[in-house]
Structures are given as structure tokens and as C-alpha cells.
């Protein structure tokens, strides 16, 4: 059974900075499709940086520059870290898995960035 729970999440003030952590069990870590998806309040989840089993990373447009995968696969844990937030960076973080064909999800750490 995947199992995947964020931590990190918080309030921060517009320009901070934050550091998620997901930390994974039940899965193969290192051979995975794993990332972030964020969701604000109305609107549809979205794709905020997602690494693939082989190292290539892939941001979603309104993150690159700003925030950084990465992972370390001793500890099972995926990282996302938010420099420079923006007050649009909130929403809801969730950390996602895909493991031999089925989608695992996070239970999602709050992210409230105010002006």
C-alpha cells in the first residue's frame, strides 16, 4: 500500500519561502513518476513540478525559476522548495506517486502566502 504525507505547509508572507516534504512508503521510489499538484480555492488541480524516475524534471510555467524538485531516495522523501511565493502560490500541495499504473495521492499541506 502507497502511502505518501506532506508536510511543510504554512503561512508566509509574499516574497518567503517554504519547503514541502513528502515523505513515501509502500512504493519504489526511485523508479517512479512522483511530483507536486497544487490547487487553489475554485479552481482545478494543476501541475506545479514533477520528476520522473530517469531525473528529468518538469515545472509547470507559473513555478519555474521559483521552485525546485528534488528528491532523496535513501530516505524516501520528495522535496519541493518555494522561494520567492507569490500570494497566487496558494493553495493546497499535494504530493503524487505513480506506481505500476495507478495514481497515489497525498492527504495535502495548506500553503497561504499573504501580501
Known amino acids: 500500500q502507497v502511502q505518501l504525507v506532506e508536510s511543510g505547509g504554512g503561512l508566509v508572507q509574499a516574497g518567503g519561502s517554504l519547503k514541502l516534504s513528502c515523505a513515501a512508503s509502500?512504493?519504489?521510489?526511485?523508479?517512479?513518476?512522483m511530483g507536486w499538484y497544487r490547487q487553489a480555492p475554485g479552481k482545478q488541480r494543476e501541475l506545479a513540478a514533477v520528476?520522473?524516475?530517469?531525473?528529468?524534471?518538469n515545472y509547470g510555467d507559473s513555478v519555474k525559476g521559483r521552485f525546485t524538485i528534488s528528491r532523496d531516495n535513501a530516505k524516501n522523501t520528495l522535496y519541493l522548495q518555494m522561494n520567492n511565493l507569490k500570494t497566487e502560490d496558494t493553495g493546497v500541495y499535494y504530493c503524487?506517486?505513480?506506481?505500476?499504473?495507478?495514481?497515489?495521492w497525498g492527504q495535502g499541506t495548506q500553503v497561504t502566502v499573504s501580501s
Open positions: 509502500g512504493t519504489i521510489f526511485n523508479f517512479n513518476f
Open positions: 503524487y506517486d505513480r506506481f505500476e499504473g495507478t495514481d497515489y
Open positions: 520528476i520522473l524516475g530517469g531525473g528529468t524534471i
